[in-house]
């Protein structure tokens, strides 16, 4: 996608569920305590992967929603920080209106820390926004918890004991937490809507979103 994007100019959305897996940054995945991580997560049924962009440790269930869009860009040096916020407002958006109470920011010692992640209010975190940039394209990816954060804690708890990472499994939270919906399609189809609005706004497509719905 991100290669598509960077030869047409064209940008692409998708969101979709992934499956149980735990998802590790560069950084994680040659840390000294790497192997024990991957063994804690295989062993409560969360095969291991790689992701290209940055971050710590993110597990996903059946319920855990990814989301990754390609923009094209005129210069590569440009827009990082902008990208990142209007992703997050798209997220704060798209779960306000599957019903969930959420907000920009996290709890202390939460998985995969950064400045972009979104929360419930007053509780534990609901998502994240990760970015990569390359000539021509960059590509904002994340990941949204529906449902089934005593999961997470489950695997997420070793996982990060191996990394030697603080963690604080009280930190994962998820939609249905905050009050909003349980079922992840009617949260992705409120996801995408919130990220297709943000393209309208910039001019960037004129199309609805079923016209480009590439769930798997």
């Known amino acids: 996608m991100l290669d598509a994007t960077a030869d047409s100019g064209d940008p692409a959305l998708r969101v979709w569920t992934p499956g149980a ?32 962009v940055g971050g710590r440790a993110v597990a996903y269930t059946e319920t855990t929603l990814a989301f990754a869009y390609a923009l094209p860009l005129a210069d590569m040096r440009e827009g990082l920080d902008e990208r990142y916020e209007t992703a997050v407002n798209a997220v704060v958006d798209g779960l306000s ?61 070793p996982v990060y004991g191996a990394l030697g990472v603080p963690f604080d499994p009280d930190s994962v939270g998820s939609v249905a937490a905050a009050g909003g919906a349980a079922d992840p399609d009617a949260v992705r189809d409120a996801l995408e809507t919130a990220i297709l609005d ?13 016209d480009l719905r590439l769930d798997g």
């Open 198 to 210: 943000g393209f309208d706004a910039a001019g960037r497509v004129d199309r609805d979103v079923d």
């Open 21 to 52: 897996q735990v998802a590790f940054g560069r950084r994680d995945a040659r840390a000294d305590g790497a192997d024990a991580a991957r063994a804690a997560a295989e062993r409560r049924g969360f095969p291991v992967v790689e992701r290209s």
């Open 97 to 157: 209106a599957a019903g969930a109470d959420v907000e920009q920011g996290e709890p202390p010692r939460s998985y995969c820390p950064g400045d972009y992640s979104v929360r419930a209010v007053g509780g534990g975190k609901v998502a994240g926004v990760a970015q990569r940039v390359r000539q021509r394209a960059a590509l904002v990816s994340g990941c949204v918890t529906v449902d089934g954060r005593d999961r997470i804690r489950d695997v997420l708890s």
